[in-house]
């Protein structure tokens, strides 16, 4: 019996082996070209094994200056992450824990966070061009944390849900301000829930495209816009736009792996725990 | 902190005055509300003025030159924007109902007993989580027709190299883009799904002599059938409003086969200068998505107001 078992696990690992290989190889492939030499990229037949080598990513940094693409994503992402935070908490608490006509304010922020992010960049341009404030690192700031928030409030709630509404209770009978139930209690308890939230907010800021192309130019542009500037009249630098994907998407998926536990949540915003 | 001390405010009501006092709960939501009025409604309202205009950026002053509802009566009556109407809703429908499939199929096998589960799950996530715009431009270089891999492989067992990204089939190759990017997001839900059925149920149903068809028919689908809910309403919506790698894979080409809604828009706005007609495109664009959305909503608010304090 035991045996049995041990055998059956051991086919099943062996066919999610060949599952996950099948199914990655487009990763794989990205990575593949990150590393290969620029010139066999579009060699027929492709090359899947080769000697390791770092010409894209020495490309990227002397010739193109990625580093300014990446300063400016971690600038605006951080930012952006760390304000949205600051006004989703109390948001969050308030909407869990405090009596308010709140119902109005739920139903308009989950409506918010359905608008599709081209119809919110359209309007938003144009407002930031009429006000001169086109390619500078605040707009991006603001429009991140504007079309985040909805998504951070709502999840963030289903953290704050999950502390008893008695400990705040009991922290007003002695004497504690709203404020302070709020900073010493609620914050600590919801801690976990604030990473996670953070950890989502920040991928999605990372990740984000469409905003950073239509409101930056050379001042502002992010690190996904860079790979644009990769393609140029002599063909496309596949080498170079490797090791940039590289760079781009390795922190957001260390991310999301180390925040597992908690992914499912969030891609659901709290509805499937 | 003591001006927010005295408990009583805590309800919204100011005992000692007869003029309205915001409460706590006001202060608390102030910062939020602020951010989404400023930055998320005005430009949306100023979007809404301007629908009404024949403003065109390469006409100067046509800002005030108030048009009633001609620029939606135009969009509504041209062909490009039905078309686009209709490429969203076949790159939406059917990415999602191939994901469905895809993404409860890994999440049985991910539900099996084997080593190294968790490793693999893991590594099934990567291409939810990666860089969109990056996903885009790999899967147009896979896709390339005389130098891309896919066709490496489909010419290496004997066919003839596919057009991927030709008129018939670019529309089929992003959708195969978005069920590879999107099954795992599947995957993840349906399996905390499977992970949350009843012990007990499965034990009971094999005491009864149920085959393992009958047991996935009768027990586990219906079972499912509320996640499988969920993950593809959040993901239709989703994926309506689909820009990064679509653009950066096809740009809505060839033509116009592959021009969603997004797309659309963003090449009326960013091409045409003529904002009348592009900010009433994307306000038909929000329409639409949120008149799909409605079930969702309906279903998250209804939701959380049960499970309020």
Same mark, same amino acid.
């Given at each position: 019996?035991?045996?049995?078992?041990?055998?059956?696990?051991?086919?099943?690992?062996?066919?999610?082996?060949?599952?996950?290989?099948?199914?990655?190889?487009?990763?794989?492939?990205?990575?593949?070209?990150?590393?290969?030499?620029?010139?066999?990229?579009?060699?027929?037949?492709?090359?899947?094994?080769?000697?390791?080598?770092?010409?894209?990513?020495?490309?990227?940094?002397?010739?193109?200056?990625?580093?300014?693409?990446?300063?400016?994503?971690?600038?605006?992402?951080?930012?952006?992450?760390?304000?949205?935070?600051?006004?989703?908490?109390?948001?969050?608490?308030?909407?869990?824990?405090?009596?308010?006509?709140?119902?109005?304010?739920?139903?308009?922020?989950?409506?918010?966070?359905?608008?599709?992010?081209?119809?919110?960049?359209?309007?938003?341009?144009?407002?930031?061009?009429?006000?001169?404030?086109?390619?500078?690192?605040?707009?991006?700031?603001?429009?991140?944390?504007?079309?985040?928030?909805?998504?951070?409030?709502?999840?963030?709630?289903?953290?704050?849900?999950?502390?008893?509404?008695?400990?705040?209770?009991?922290?007003?009978?002695?004497?504690?301000?709203?404020?302070?139930?709020?900073?010493?209690?609620?914050?600590?308890?919801?801690?976990?829930?604030?990473?996670?939230?953070?950890?989502?907010?920040?991928?999605?800021?990372?990740?984000?495209?469409?905003?950073?192309?239509?409101?930056?130019?050379?001042?502002?542009?992010?690190?996904?816009?860079?790979?644009?500037?990769?393609?140029?009249?002599?063909?496309?630098?596949?080498?170079?736009?490797?090791?940039?994907?590289?760079?781009?998407?390795?922190?957001?998926?260390?991310?999301?792996?180390?925040?597992?536990?908690?992914?499912?949540?969030?891609?659901?915003?709290?509805?499937?725990? | 902190?003591?001006?927010?001390?005295?408990?009583?405010?805590?309800?919204?009501?100011?005992?000692?005055?007869?003029?309205?006092?915001?409460?706590?709960?006001?202060?608390?939501?102030?910062?939020?509300?602020?951010?989404?009025?400023?930055?998320?409604?005005?430009?949306?309202?100023?979007?809404?003025?301007?629908?009404?205009?024949?403003?065109?950026?390469?006409?100067?002053?046509?800002?005030?030159?108030?048009?009633?509802?001609?620029?939606?009566?135009?969009?509504?009556?041209?062909?490009?924007?039905?078309?686009?109407?209709?490429?969203?809703?076949?790159?939406?429908?059917?990415?999602?109902?191939?994901?469905?499939?895809?993404?409860?199929?890994?999440?049985?096998?991910?539900?099996?007993?084997?080593?190294?589960?968790?490793?693999?799950?893991?590594?099934?996530?990567?291409?939810?989580?990666?860089?969109?715009?990056?996903?885009?431009?790999?899967?147009?270089?896979?896709?390339?027709?005389?130098?891309?891999?896919?066709?490496?492989?489909?010419?290496?067992?004997?066919?003839?190299?596919?057009?991927?990204?030709?008129?018939?089939?670019?529309?089929?190759?992003?959708?195969?883009?978005?069920?590879?990017?999107?099954?795992?997001?599947?995957?993840?839900?349906?399996?905390?799904?499977?992970?949350?059925?009843?012990?007990?149920?499965? @034990?009971?149903?094999?005491?009864?002599?149920? $085959?393992?068809?009958?047991? !996935?028919?009768? #027990?586990? *689908?219906?079972?499912? +059938? =509320?996640?499988?809910?969920?993950?593809?309403?959040?993901?239709?919506?989703?994926?309506?409003?689909?820009?990064?790698?679509?653009?950066?894979?096809?740009?809505?080409?060839?033509?116009?086969?592959?021009?969603?809604?997004?797309?659309?828009?963003?090449?009326?706005?960013?091409? @045409?200068?003529?904002?009348?007609?592009?900010? $009433?495109?994307?306000?038909? !664009?929000?329409? #639409?998505? *949120?008149?799909?959305? +409605? =079930?969702?909503?309906?279903?998250?608010?209804?939701?959380?107001?049960?499970?309020?304090?």
């Amino acid at each position: 019996m035991y045996r049995y078992r041990t055998l059956r696990r051991s086919l099943v690992t062996l066919l999610w082996i060949g599952v996950s290989l099948f199914y990655l190889f487009p990763y794989t492939w990205m990575v593949m070209t990150g590393f290969r030499n620029p010139i066999d990229t579009l060699t027929m037949p492709p090359r899947f094994i080769f000697q390791p080598n770092l010409e894209g990513f020495r490309y990227i940094f002397t010739t193109t200056g990625f580093q300014h693409y990446l300063v400016n994503s971690i600038i605006v992402t951080v930012s952006a992450t760390v304000l949205i935070i600051a006004t989703a908490a109390p948001a969050a608490y308030a909407l869990t824990h405090l009596k308010t006509r709140g119902r109005a304010f739920l139903l308009v922020i989950l409506v918010a966070r359905m608008v599709p992010g081209v119809a919110v960049v359209i309007p938003f341009y144009l407002v930031a061009a009429k006000l001169g404030q086109l390619d500078t690192y605040h707009v991006l700031i603001l429009i991140f944390t504007a079309f985040n928030l909805p998504f951070a409030i709502w999840l963030l709630r289903s953290f704050f849900r999950e502390i008893h509404p008695e400990l705040r209770e009991a922290a007003i009978m002695d004497g504690c301000s709203e404020l302070r139930v709020f900073g010493r209690i609620m914050l600590p308890l919801a801690a976990g829930g604030l990473v996670a939230t953070g950890v989502f907010v920040f991928i999605a800021a990372w990740n984000e495209f469409l905003f950073a192309l239509v409101l930056t130019n050379s001042q502002a542009p992010t690190a996904p816009i860079a790979i644009l500037g990769f393609r140029t009249e002599y063909g496309t630098q596949w080498g170079a736009i490797g090791a940039a994907a590289l760079l781009i998407s390795t922190p957001v998926i260390v991310f999301a792996i180390v925040m597992q536990k908690y992914l499912v949540r969030g891609l659901t915003m709290g509805s499937i725990r | 902190m003591s001006m927010t001390g005295r408990g009583s405010q805590a309800d919204g009501t100011a005992p000692h005055s007869t003029s309205w006092r915001p409460g706590t709960a006001f202060w608390f939501l102030l910062p939020a509300a602020a951010v989404l009025i400023v930055i998320y409604a005005g430009p949306l309202l100023f979007a809404f003025h301007a629908s009404f205009t024949a403003w065109s950026l390469v006409q100067p002053g046509s800002d005030k030159d108030y048009v009633g509802l001609q620029n939606y009566e135009d969009v509504l009556g041209s062909g490009e924007y039905w078309n686009a109407v209709s490429v969203t809703l076949r790159y939406s429908l059917s990415a999602v109902a191939i994901e469905l499939v895809v993404g409860t199929a890994f999440a049985l096998l991910l539900n099996l007993e084997f080593f190294c589960r968790s490793m693999f799950r893991s590594l099934m996530v990567i291409p939810m989580v990666m860089t969109p715009a990056v996903t885009g431009i790999f899967w147009k270089l896979l896709y390339e027709q005389q130098s891309g891999v896919y066709n490496y492989f489909v010419t290496s067992v004997g066919l003839p190299r596919v057009a991927w990204l030709g008129v018939d089939m670019s529309l089929v190759s992003i959708i195969i883009m978005d069920v590879w990017q999107t099954s795992p997001f599947f995957m993840l839900v349906i399996l905390a799904g499977l992970q949350s059925i009843d012990e007990n149920v499965i @034990a009971a149903a094999k005491v009864d002599g149920a $085959s393992a068809s009958q047991m !996935f028919r009768y #027990i586990t *689908l219906p079972f499912l +059938a =509320p996640y499988m809910a969920i993950a593809a309403s959040f993901r239709i919506i989703a994926s309506m409003g689909d820009f990064d790698k679509i653009f950066l894979a096809t740009a809505g080409g060839p033509g116009s086969v592959t021009t969603t809604m997004s797309i659309f828009a963003f090449k009326t706005g960013f091409n @045409a200068f003529d904002i009348g007609r592009t900010t $009433s495109i994307a306000l038909i !664009f929000v329409l #639409i998505v *949120l008149s799909v959305s +409605a =079930p969702l909503l309906w279903f998250l608010f209804k939701s959380t107001a049960a499970e309020r304090h």
